[in-house]
Structure formats: structure tokens, C-alpha cells
T-cell receptor
Framework: SQTIHQWPATLVQPVGSPLSLECTVEGTSNPNLYWYRQAAGRGLQLLFYSVGIGQISSEVPQNLSASRPQDRQFILSSKKLLLSDSGFYLC?????????????FGPGTRLLVL | AQSVAQPEDQVNVAEGNPLTVKCTYSVSGNPYLFWYVQYPNRGLQFLLKYITGDNLVKGSYGFEAEFNKSQTSFHLKKPSALVSDSALYFCAVRGVDTGRRALTFGSGTRLQVQP
């Protein structure tokens, strides 16, 4: 069966510091991968998605970036965090191919920028 | 562009009563539709989806949803609510014919089931 991992679970960082959040998927190959941010416990904002290694689509311009160095690894980064980057970050995967659209979410990382 | 509306921020229902969480969508062409549930400080869990076929879709934990194309709706229902159903529920959509893989989520509806 497939599993998705995110770490760290919780992170407290000062403004201006760098960020690296990691997401890995097990039990599948060539998944589609997604990063979402959830602010104030409500709506999800899609940040990035990837259909393959090195292929990243950005949904919202901001000071975050994403990379996919390996097939099942998706990394969310920032060079300098802002207060507004605080939130709950969720990684998700879906099977490749048409008609297999269901996304499966990781446990999330709660980021607090002070 | 595709969008999802969940018109109710919160739904309150007594345990044992039926519940409905509303969702309407807008896409070009036919939709893929999904419901997810989120418990506090957790990721989203997949409940059910409509891809094609029967308009009534059954999912996990006794939930079901009915696809209504003419009303562009996909309301989530359960015949008898449990206190443990209290959580945040998200509806999501993706247009079948769009090249974009990502789903568009609604703003969420908080379900509160009172004992």
C-alpha cells in the first residue's frame, strides 16, 4: 500500500530564516505531487504541483519554491521566511494517468514564523 | 476556471439525525468531484468521489453524495450522524477536460454533531 510522509510535523522559525519541508511517498512510482497551504484551519491554497522529476508548476507567486529531486520526493523551500508564511502545509499525491484523480494527503507540517 | 462553493461555514446537527453538507461547483465540461474530511491538526482524508456513472456515490464511514448535473451540486449526506463525524469537510472539483491535474477545493464546512 502507499504511504505519504511529511516532516517535520511542527516547526517554529524566525522571520528571515530559510525553510525546507520534505514530503516522500512510498509504494508507488511516478506520482503527481502537490503542496498546499491551509491558513486559519480553513481553505486550501494550492502552491505547487509536479507531474515528474524536475517538473514544477507554480500556482501562486510568492517567496516559496518547490523541487522534486527524486521521483517520490517533493521539497518546499524558502530562502527568507515571512510572517505571512505561517500556516499548515500539506503534501498530497495522486496516481499518474487519466481517470485516477484522487489525491491522498500527508499528515501536514505546522509552521509558525515569529 | 473552476470553482467550488460551500455556502455554510458550519452545520449543526443532533446525533442520530440526518446530515447534509452542501457543495456547488463550476467547471467547463464534465467534473470530477470529491469530498474530504479533516480532523484537528491532521491531513485530509478521502471520503468519496464522483467520476462517472451512478449519480449516487457511496463512500467511507456511511457517507454518500449525490451528483446533480442540472444544479451543479454534489451534496454530502449521511442518514444518521455520529458525534465522531464532527470535523471539517471539504468539497473539491476538477474539470475532466482540463490539462491541469490539481483539484480546486471549497472553503470547508465545519460539521458539529451534538450528543
Amino acid at each position: 500500500s502507499q504511504t505519504i510522509h511529511q516532516w517535520p510535523a511542527t516547526l517554529v522559525q524566525p522571520v528571515g530564516s530559510p525553510l525546507s519541508l520534505e514530503c516522500t511517498v512510498e509504494g508507488t512510482s511516478n506520482p503527481n505531487l502537490y503542496w498546499y497551504r491551509q491558513a486559519a484551519g480553513r481553505g486550501l491554497q494550492l502552491l505547487f504541483y509536479s507531474v515528474g522529476i524536475g517538473q514544477i508548476s507554480s500556482e501562486v507567486p510568492q517567496n516559496l519554491s518547490a523541487s522534486r529531486p527524486q521521483d517520490r520526493q517533493f521539497i518546499l523551500s524558502s530562502k527568507k521566511l515571512l510572517l505571512s508564511d505561517s500556516g499548515f502545509y500539506l503534501c498530497a499525491w495522486s496516481p499518474s494517468g487519466t481517470g485516477r484523480e484522487t489525491q491522498y494527503f500527508g499528515p501536514g507540517t505546522r509552521l509558525l514564523v515569529l | 476556471a473552476q470553482s467550488v462553493a460551500q455556502p455554510e461555514d458550519q452545520v449543526n446537527v443532533a446525533e442520530g439525525n440526518p446530515l447534509t453538507v452542501k457543495c456547488t461547483y463550476s467547471v467547463s465540461g464534465n467534473p470530477y468531484l470529491f469530498w474530504y474530511v479533516q480532523y484537528p491538526n491532521r491531513g485530509l482524508q478521502f471520503l468519496l468521489k464522483y467520476i462517472t456513472g451512478d449519480n449516487l456515490v457511496k463512500g467511507s464511514y456511511g457517507f454518500e453524495a449525490e451528483f446533480n448535473k442540472s444544479q451543479t451540486s454534489f451534496h454530502l449526506k449521511k442518514p444518521s450522524a455520529l458525534v465522531s463525524d464532527s470535523a471539517l469537510y471539504f468539497c473539491a472539483v476538477r474539470g475532466v477536460d482540463t490539462g491541469r491535474r490539481a483539484l480546486t477545493f471549497g472553503s470547508g464546512t465545519r460539521l458539529q454533531v451534538q450528543p
